[in-house]
């Protein structure tokens, strides 16, 4: 497997599956955001399974279901969840490398990925952080409810929320002339 990571402001950003986790191993993750269903809360298998892979690597784990709406369900992500990362995440710099994991790498993790990007951007670049998610990695759909709770929380307007609206497809691009991604 390539591993693929985006770079903003020194600091790369990785996203992945349960699967795929031991391909990062001795890759020089420092901060692993772990996201698994909200029932896997109680056992303590998740968390030994990350430290097992990750020694001494920073950790924050996140118990919630991969749910669009709040409500419903007994274990949606909450806003306080999604405050949670991004307060792991608002103190990463230059020289770390974030790897952030859920079952398939496609909705909860991609939607964490996405919001530390504009994290790390600032305002006005979201559809960029968009489009560094999507060359990273091609099947990322964010988690709408996940992308909602972090535009507010980080003063974005909607900017985030718009910018997965447009669901780039980086492989159309290549060869159209069309910005790459």
């Known amino acids: 497997m390539t591993i693929k990571a985006a770079r903003i402001n020194g600091l790369e950003v ?8 031991p391909d990062f191993s001795g890759q020089g993750v420092t901060h692993v955001v772990s996201l698994w269903d909200g029932y896997e809360a109680e056992d303590p298998k ?3 399974r990350i430290d097992a892979i990750f020694p001494g690597v ?9 749910v669009f709406y709040e409500f419903g369900s007994n274990y949606a ?25 859920c079952a398939v790498g496609i909705s909860r993790s991609t939607a964490f990925a996405f919001a530390t990007l504009c994290q790390q951007a600032g305002l006005g670049y979201e559809q960029d952080c968009f489009r560094a998610l999507k060359r990273i990695r091609p099947s990322a759909s ?5 992308v909602q709770w972090a535009d507010d929380l980080l003063g974005r307007d909607g900017a985030m929320v718009e910018a997965t609206k447009s669901r780039i497809d980086c492989e159309s691009y290549r060869g159209t002339g069309e910005p790459e991604c």
Not at 58 to 66: C, E, I, P, T, V
Not at 142 to 146: E, K, Y
């Open 58 to 66: 920073r950790k924050h784990f996140g118990f919630f279901n991969d």
């Open 14 to 21: 990785s996203v992945c599956g349960v699967g795929e986790l």
């Open 142 to 146: 964010p988690n709408p409810l996940i």
């Open 46 to 48: 998740p968390r030994n």
């Open 77 to 101: 992500p909450t806003r306080d969840a999604i405050r949670g990362i991004l307060e792991f995440t608002s103190g990463l710099s230059t020289g770390d490398y974030l790897l952030l994991h």
